[in-house]
Every structure is written in C-alpha cells, then in structure tokens.
C-alpha cells in the first residue's frame, strides 16, 4: 500500500518540508512538500538522497564494539556492559576533565542530541567540551553574544523585503543558507531583483552566489575586518551614520569612531584587496538604501578576525539604519528554546567568556566550549588532566577539523573512545564502542536552532515517516544511558525515571513555583516531545506540541518584527556597538595593515550534493563529474604550469595532498579554492562509496595554531600555500 509521509529535511539549515511516499516499509521516492507553509515544495538533491541513507548498506544497524583491534558487531546491552567496565575507573581516578565530549554538525538538526547531549555534558562535568562551532560559527555566536546579550541573538536579512542585500563570505546558493535558514534562496534572491532590489557579493571566488548578484567583488581572503573598517570609517567621515529609531537603544557608538580611525579606505585598500573608492560606494549605498542588510558568513568566520568581522558586520547594520528595520537585518523570535524570548525582556546578564581555561594552550572557554583545535593536544600533553577518554557524537573531526592526522594519531593513545554515529568513518574507526543512531526517516524532527535564525517565523513538527527497527534505542536514549552510567546508575538503570528526575530538576530551575503545573501539562509527552512540549508553552506564542504537531505543514507566525529593545539581554539593556574586549582586538589589525598578500593561499567551497564530511557514501549524490577540484585562475595556472584536468601537489607549512585541477576565472588570482570534507582513503573506514573517490583532504593543509583567539575559532581560509603540477599523473 502507498501511503506519504511528511518530514522536515534534516540535513541543513534550509529545513525544508519533504514528502515521503511509502510503499508499504520501503521508501519509493523523496520530493518537496509542495504544501508546506514554511519551504513551499523547494528542495536540493541532498533531500531525496534521504532514501539512498535510509538503505545504505554501510550505515550501521547495530552497535559495534572494538575486539582484537577489529570493530565488531554486538548487542546493546553489551556495547553498554563495556562502557560501564571502563568509563566510570577512568573517571574515578583521574577526575572529570579526563572525559571530553565532542559534538559535530548533525546534533544541530536533532532535537535528541541537541537536547540530551547538553545533559550529557552536565553529567561529565568535564572543561573538554569540543564542537564544529569553532570549525565554524563562534565568531558570530561571540559578537552577537556581546553586542545583542545572548549566544543565538543574530540577526537576519528580511531577504523578502529588502532593497539592498550585501553578502561576505557566504555562497548560499550552494549551502542553502548558514546562520540563516531560508529555504529557495534563489527564488527569494530573484524576487528580490525583480521588484527593483540589488545584491552585492563579496567573495574571492565568483561563486554560485555572485553569479545570481548585480555585483560581484573580489576580496582578499583574510581581508573582511579590514575592509568593513574602512567601510565604518567612511560613514563616520562621509556623515552617513544614522542610527534612526535605535538611537536611544545603542551604546558607543562616539567609541566606535574613534576606534575606526586608523582605518580610513585608503588605508585598508591594499590589505583587503578592495579599492577605496569602493569601500566609499558600497558605504553611500548602503547608507542611502531605504531598506538593507549586510550579511557575513562563514568566510568572515574562519579567518584570523573573525570576531571583529562578524561584529562588523552588525555594526554596519546598525550604523546604516537598517538593523531591526523591515528589510533589514532582523531578530528572528522562534516559538521554542530561544534564550532571548526568556527572562525579563530587554536586559539581562549578557555574557562571559573564560570561564574555564584550556590545559595546554590556555585558551578560553566560550559558549561553554574550548576550540577544537586544542583537542589533539589536549590528549597528548602528558598531565593528570589529560584527556583519557572522549565520547564522540555525530562528528567526524578527522576530516573536518585542520591537522586530522595529529588527531587520529591522538584519538589511538585514548584509554577509550565511543561514538555516538551512523558509519563507521575516518574518526569513528577509532572507537572503541560505536552506538549507531537510527536513520533520519525512523526519528521525529523539530528544530531547536534554526527558527531562532530562519527568515519568517514559523514552528514545525514532523513524525517519523517510518517506525525505528525493533530493540534499536533512540539517540536520546543511548544518551540517557551513557548519563546514567556516568552517574553511577549503571548501564541498566531505568532510564524514563533518570529522564522524569533531570526533566523535573531542569524544569524546577527556570519555572520556580510555576514547575509542577508546567510538568503537568506536558504530563503525557516523553523524551524530546516532552521538552518541546514545555518549551513551546513557555515560548512566546504559547503554543503547545498538539497545536504544532496538528499542521505538519507548519503554523505561520508572520514576517520578523522589529524587536528592540525586547530582544536585548545585555547588562545595560542596550546594543553594544563597542564592546571593550572588541575595541582592543582592533590593536592586531591595527598592527597588521601593510602585511603583504601571499603569492597563493587556499580557501573553501561547498558544493549542493555534499555536505561536509559525510554524505560521499550515497551513490545519488556521489554519482556525476568529481567534484574535489582545486579551481585555479587562469594566471595562476600559467604561472605555475598547471593545467585544467590535470593533478597538483598542494603543500603548505602543515602538509600537503594530491588533487585535480580545474582552471577557472572564477577565482581571485592569487587565490584556490578546494573543498573540504573529503579524503576518505583512510583505513579501517567502512565507506564503500567514498573510497571509490575519495579526493583530497583540505584540512591536511591546515594547522591547528592559527586561530582567532577571542572565539578559539580555527582559521581555515586564506592559509599560504604552493602548487606544483604532478607530471606522469595525469
Ligand atoms: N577546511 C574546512 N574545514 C571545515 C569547514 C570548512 O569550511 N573548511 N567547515 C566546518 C564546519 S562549518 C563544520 S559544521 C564542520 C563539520 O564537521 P563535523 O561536525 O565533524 O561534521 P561532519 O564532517 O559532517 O560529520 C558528521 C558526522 O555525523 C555522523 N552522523 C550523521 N547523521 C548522524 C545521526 O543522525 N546521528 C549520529 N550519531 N551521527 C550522525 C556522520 O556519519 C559523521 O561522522 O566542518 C568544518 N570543517
Ligand atoms: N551543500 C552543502 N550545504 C551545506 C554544507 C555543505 O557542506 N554542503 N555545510 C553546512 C554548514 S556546516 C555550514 S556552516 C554552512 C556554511 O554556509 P556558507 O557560509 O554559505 O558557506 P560556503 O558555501 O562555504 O561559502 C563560503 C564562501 O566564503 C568565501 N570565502 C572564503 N574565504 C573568504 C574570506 O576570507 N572572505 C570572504 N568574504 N569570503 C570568503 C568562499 O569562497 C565561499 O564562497 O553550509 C551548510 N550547508
Ligand atoms: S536544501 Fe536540501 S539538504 Fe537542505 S534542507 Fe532543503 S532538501 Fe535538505
Ligand atoms: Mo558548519
């Protein structure tokens, strides 16, 4: 019997609503859910490969258990009897901080490991806490932290109304959007052209992105604090500021002024690769435009300024008029989970960074986290606190994360690793334990984070298209478990009496009084739902899961509104448009003015039928050209006598890999382009696909020491490089 189902895709921060047409248990095809409120039918080929996951031969069915050296196939309740004989005596003799938890991408699109790796955590109480957010987005998450009050207050173009939208370092036409879920961005990028509007890209690379824009430039990777100093500086000195209706709601700017003032167009021209007379323009057009927004992503987040960048950004939000304005950059205000519709509105405690300091580096805590690319050393550097065993959940930092070999030959010297993943892949392969999650079409899905980013408001709730294979635990099951065994419950502890106690705890922590009438109604929900459930009533639409999970094709909560002051949870109750810690960063850039641009450096691509490291094992989406090019300029190639289909050797101060060569003007001279993710010929992986192509490894070039060091983000655009054509191998 064919019967659909409908589900919200999983895999990026698009969140677009699929139709899943059934036969009997067996998926017979993937499209878009035409009907839904939220994406309109709109999809990319990585939403139908779901099919191609769900029935993948390699994705792991049960757990596997390292035997001989050999990961091995065995029961849960065994895979589980192992970690209790070995995690707690690790614990137990050398401390909480002897246990890191690492998390990656995919727990950002399940509510099961968002929420209950967060309580994992707790339970370890350990300092190492390592995610991709500091592969990816912590400079953002830190200026919006310390300009707006809260990690996750960032704003967002209102792409449907506005005139004007200019956009660094992000390529959303090939990753359907970051820090920005708005699913069709080609649709919404041409309306926004056919009602007379303007996009501007800059991006060393003429990418999928600038192609659609009225206007393309050209950046020096590395370049964008500079240049949006200079663009700051040319509002200030061309009197174009104006902060209109938020004039009463910012503090410094007069600081900020002053702060620019060593950093006139002129003088940032060269460093950022933008002449001055552009700077002037693009400051004028945005001053001028009745309704824009600036938006930086993920190129203005991994580099060496990558916090000054992505507060730069906002400051010219703000400077122009244009932040919290219709069509302008805008505080999305989500119906669950979101820190900034809690408390008091319009002031709180903001918040702090280095809490807690990293052993070896020193680097700090921020957003609870230390950077990533301390974690090799962290269980290197022989110490009573060095990191002895590591729970790994759906991440796979050997590929992902900069100098993966130094890792994966740390991850061997652990007394004990367990991950939580679906493949047994280039990190994974070191576990000792392996706790397979379910496919994405057996869990239900609502997102956590993305409403707290998405371009219109909106709450969605999708059930699982198709029920979890018998015995097979949910992911935020497993996860209780391993909580329990932390605790010293054991292993066979029942866990929906641990899940009632910590629901209660937490629930008695942010309700006060108002805790059992909260726990009341949300009585017949369990797990996850019955968070969601508490979160949604709490949220600021009082809705509750029934009423969500009524209209899968989701509840339409309007257009963003403008928000401030409410949204704010700074101590001053204010926009800080000059936070302290930010002026005295500028002494770096300030110092670092006439550094001259490397003859080659290297930055990244994504590309629609990948997604970072981990679906090059579904045949729909691996089929077709290769696509693990370096893209040269054509003067580059010249130069180095390089030549299109042909290999290169790319090296770099930290290492160097073999990969095809696609000539193509499309790039900065000066610059390449590779993506990243790739380089999946490493044994012991199970990835049958893959290995087939396996390209080559983009972090392979990159060290683990070049970071920004007020968000401990990597830095992994725009590192030197040499090319050298590989002769015989073409
Ligand atoms: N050079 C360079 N490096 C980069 C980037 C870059 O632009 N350039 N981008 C960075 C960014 S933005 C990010 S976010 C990181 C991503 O890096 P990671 O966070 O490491 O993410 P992935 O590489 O996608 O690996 C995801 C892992 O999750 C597993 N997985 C998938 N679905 C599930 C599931 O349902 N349950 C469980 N338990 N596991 C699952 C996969 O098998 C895989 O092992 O990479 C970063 N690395
Ligand atoms: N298909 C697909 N979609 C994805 C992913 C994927 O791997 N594949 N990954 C997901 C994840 S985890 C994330 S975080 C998002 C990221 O989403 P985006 O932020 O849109 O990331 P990219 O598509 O890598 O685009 C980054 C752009 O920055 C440019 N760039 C590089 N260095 C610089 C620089 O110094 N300055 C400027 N101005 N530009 C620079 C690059 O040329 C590139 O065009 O995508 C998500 N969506
Ligand atoms: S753009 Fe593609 S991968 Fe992203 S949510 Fe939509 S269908 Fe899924
Ligand atoms: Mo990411």
């Not at 878009?32 to 999809?43: L, V």
């Not at 993948?56 to 050296?69: E, I, N, Y």
């Not at 956590?448 to 979890?468: D, I, K, M, T």
Request: with cysteine; charged share 25%; glycine share 10%.
């Amino acid at each position: 019997m064919t019967t659909t189902a409908l589900r919200i895709c999983p895999l990026c921060e698009a969140c677009c609503g699929l139709e899943i047409t059934l036969d009997g248990a067996r998926v017979a095809g993937i499209r878009g859910h035409d009907a839904d409120g939220f994406s309109g039918g709109y999809i990319c080929p990585k939403g139908p490969a779901l099919k191609d996951l769900h029935e993948d031969p390699d994705r792991l069915r049960a757990p596997l258990v390292k035997r001989g050296g050999r990961l091995v196939e065995t029961s849960w309740e065994e895979a589980f009897a192992e970690i209790e004989r070995r995690l707690p005596p690790i614990r137990a003799q050398h401390g909480p901080h002897s246990v890191a938890q690492v998390i990656g991408n995919p727990a950002a699109h399940k509510i099961g490991l968002l929420l209950y790796g967060a309580r994992l955590a707790r339970a370890l109480g350990t300092r190492n806490i390592f995610s991709a957010s500091t592969l990816d987005q912590m400079p953002k998450q830190l200026s919006a932290g310390l300009m707006f009050g809260h990690w996750l207050s960032i704003p967002v173009p209102d792409i449907e109304r506005t005139d004007l939208l200019m956009i660094l370092g992000a390529n959303p036409m090939a990753s359907n959007g970051s820090l920005w879920t708005v699913p069709d961005f080609r649709g919404k990028a041409q309306a926004l052209r056919a009602r007379g509007g303007k996009m501007v890209v800059i991006d060393p690379r003429r990418s999928e992105t600038a192609e659609l824009a009225d206007r393309h430039v050209f950046i020096r990777p590395g370049g964008d604090a500079f240049f949006l100093l200079g663009l700051v500086h040319a509002l200030f000195d061309e009197k174009l500021a104006r902060l209109g209706r938020l004039a009463a709601h910012v503090d410094g700017a007069e600081a900020l002024e002053r702060a620019v003032g060593g950093f006139a167009p002129e003088r940032v021209a060269a460093r950022c690769g933008i002449d001055a007379a552009t700077i002037r323009e693009l400051a004028r057009a945005l001053a001028s435009a009745e309704r824009a927004a600036v938006y930086g992503r993920i190129g203005t987040c991994t580099q060496e300024y990558g916090t000054l960048a992505s507060w730069l950004v906002d400051a010219v939000n703000v400077l122009t008029g244009h932040l919290d304005e219709p069509g302008g950059a805008m505080f999305p205000k989500a119906a669950a989970f979101a820190a900034n519709t809690a408390g008091a509105p319009g002031k709180g405690r903001g918040i702090t960074t280095g809490r807690r300091k990293s052993r070896v580096s020193g680097a700090p805590e921020v957003f609870g986290e230390l950077p990533m690319t301390c974690l090799a050393e962290e269980i290197e550097t022989p110490g009573d606190e060095r990191i002895r065993a590591l729970i790994a959940i759906a991440g796979n930092p050997v590929l992902s994360s900069p100098n993966g070999a130094r890792l994966a030959a740390a991850l061997e010297k652990l007394e004990l690793m367990i991950s939580l993943d679906i493949y047994v892949n280039e990190t994974s392969r070191h576990a000792d334990v392996i706790l397979p999650g379910v496919s994405p079409l057996e869990e239900p899905h609502y997102d956590v984070a993305f409403p707290q980013l998405a371009y219109r408001n909106f709450a969605r709730y999708s059930e699982a298209a198709l029920p979890r294979p018998a015995g097979h635990p949910a992911e935020w099951e497993n996860l209780l478990r391993l909580i329990a065994i932390v605790d010293g419950r054991g292993a066979n502890a029942d866990v929906a009496q641990l899940d009632d106690e910590l629901t209660a705890h937490e629930v008695a922590r942010v309700a006060g009084p108002f805790a059992e009438a909260a726990l009341a109604a949300s009585a017949r929900h369990r797990g996850p739902d019955r968070l969601l459930d508490l979160a949604l009533r709490a949220g600021p639409y009082r809705l509750t899961l029934d009423e969500v999970k009524a209209a899968p094709q989701g509840i339409d909560l309007g257009p963003l509104a403008p928000r401030v002051p409410e949204v704010l949870r700074t101590p001053s109750g204010k926009i800080e448009l000059a936070p302290p810690s930010l002026l005295a960063d500028l002494a770096r850039p300030a110092a670092d003015l006439a550094r001259p641009a490397p003859a080659l450096v290297v930055v990244g691509r994504r590309q629609l039928r990948s997604n970072n490291s981990w679906m090059h094992n579904l045949p729909s989406l691996a089929k077709g050209p290769f696509r693990c090019t370096a893209l040269v300029h054509p003067d580059d190639a010249a130069r180095l006598g390089l030549t299109d289909g042909g290999e290169a050797r790319i090296a770099s101060a930290h290492g160097e890999v073999r990969a095809r060569v696609e000539v193509s003007d499309e790039m900065m001279p000066g610059v390449v382009s590779l993506p990243h993710g790739w380089g999946h010929e490493l044994a012991g992986a199970r990835l049958t696909v893959a290995a087939e192509r396996p390209g080559a490894n983009l972090n392979a070039l990159l060290g683990v020491d070049a970071r920004d060091p007020l968000s401990g983000n990597a830095v992994l655009s725009g590192v030197a490089i040499e090319m050298t054509a590989e002769r015989g191998r073409e």
